[in-house]
């Protein structure tokens, strides 16, 4: 009975060798990948990058269930370089995305994600999530993401929204809401953007629990916390941001779906500087951008659901010289010219200048 008890209080050698192979697999990948050696990767094509990608895998055990390390300092470290190991292997190609998805490695991230104690992992497995969540996730992986997962994401979003250490210890100067509230809410638009066909459709996944997720869901509950019209900052900040275009597609879907559900969400302030950075953004955008379309589509939510903009109509000669200036662009889209058009009408019948 004491051998037993010992056992499980004491690792084993061979536990503590397995524990110090994955280690050493991990960060020989992951050097490999940083000094950006092509080696691993060339090597005949498709073949060489599915190998690296395996090779992650066989380094975190079967379909990534980690062999379970001695202490919480030697599992943090291992899952630092887990996700490091999977950023710089997911960002070489698409076949290396599809590859780490079939893996595991998305499941992988879910499931720690609840796990994490420390911040910094928090943060690490939040942007992880984000990463893979910038190409549409077959439905089976979509069926994994619960609603413990979006309102633990939620949870640590406000609980770090404006802690003063969090912005210094990575380096902010300024006391406005924190790069990990910043994170964990860029985590949830890109959960977000998943629910939702290319038309915008509902788009029904049934989960574990046999719940239906339609478009929209997960900015449904994130409206419904409490305190959630505090982070509405961050993202008007995040869009304010935004240069990639992923970055600007799951915003708009996010505000857009907050904005169906609530026209009234975003603090005055917050709206007037929505409407600025879109009309900057709007104008910035390449004409044959796919996001102009739904930024306008936000512009028309705002227009038509926000009792503070009707009201006020911020900065409405400004937006309908935006709208003609946009409609007299050659190659503009056929869906932007119709919301240019509806955007139009409906101020110019608001009877305000």
């Known amino acids: 009975f004491f051998l037993i008890i010992h056992g499980m209080l004491i ?75 999977i950023t710089l292997l997911r960002s070489q190609s698409a076949i290396l995305h599809e590859t780490l998805l079939n893996g595991g490695a998305f499941h992988w991230g879910l499931y720690n994600l609840l796990l994490a104690s420390s911040p910094d992992l928090q943060r690490s497995f939040a942007q992880l999530l984000t990463g893979f969540c910038v190409l549409p996730l077959p439905p089976h992986l979509k069926r994994l993401i619960s609603r413990d997962h979006v309102q633990h994401l939620i949870n640590l979003a406000m609980i770090y ?82 240069r990639k275009e992923w970055r600007h597609e799951i915003y708009a879907r996010f505000v857009e779906d907050i904005l169906s559900r609530n026209g009234d969400f975003f603090y005055t302030n917050d709206l007037y500087v929505l409407v600025d950075v879109l009309l900057r953004q709007l104008t910035e955008l390449a004409s044959l951008s796919l996001v102009r379309a739904k930024y306008l589509t936000v512009l028309v939510s705002i227009a038509t659901r926000s009792s503070d903009y009707q009201k006020s109509q911020y900065r409405k000669a400004n937006v309908l010289e935006m709208l003609t200036a946009l409609t007299n662009v050659d190659d503009l889209d056929t869906e932007s010219l119709q919301l240019c058009a509806k955007l139009y009408d409906i101020l110019e019948k608001s009877g305000k200048k």
């Open 11 to 85: 690792p084993t050698e061979l536990q503590t060798q397995q524990v110090d192979q994955q280690k050493q697999i991990l960060q020989e990948l992951v050097q490999v990948l940083t000094r950006h050696e092509t080696d691993l990767l060339s090597t005949e094509g498709d073949q060489g990058q599915e190998q690296a990608a395996r090779l992650l895998q066989y380094a975190q055990g079967q379909d990534f269930q980690t062999i379970k390390p001695a202490s919480s300092d030697q599992e943090e470290s291992l899952n630092r370089l887990t996700i490091r190991a």
């Open 161 to 242: 929204l404006w802690e003063k250490e969090d912005n210094e210890r990575f380096g902010y100067e300024d006391q406005g809401p924190t790069s990990l509230t910043r994170d964990m809410i860029e985590a949830l638009a890109a959960l977000n953007w998943q629910f939702q066909d290319d038309n915008g459709q509902d788009n029904d996944v049934n989960n574990d629990d046999d719940e239906v997720r339609k478009a929209g869901w997960i900015a449904e509950i994130f409206i419904r916390s409490d305190d959630a019209f505090e982070a509405g900052q961050v993202i008007v900040t995040q869009i304010n941001w935004a």
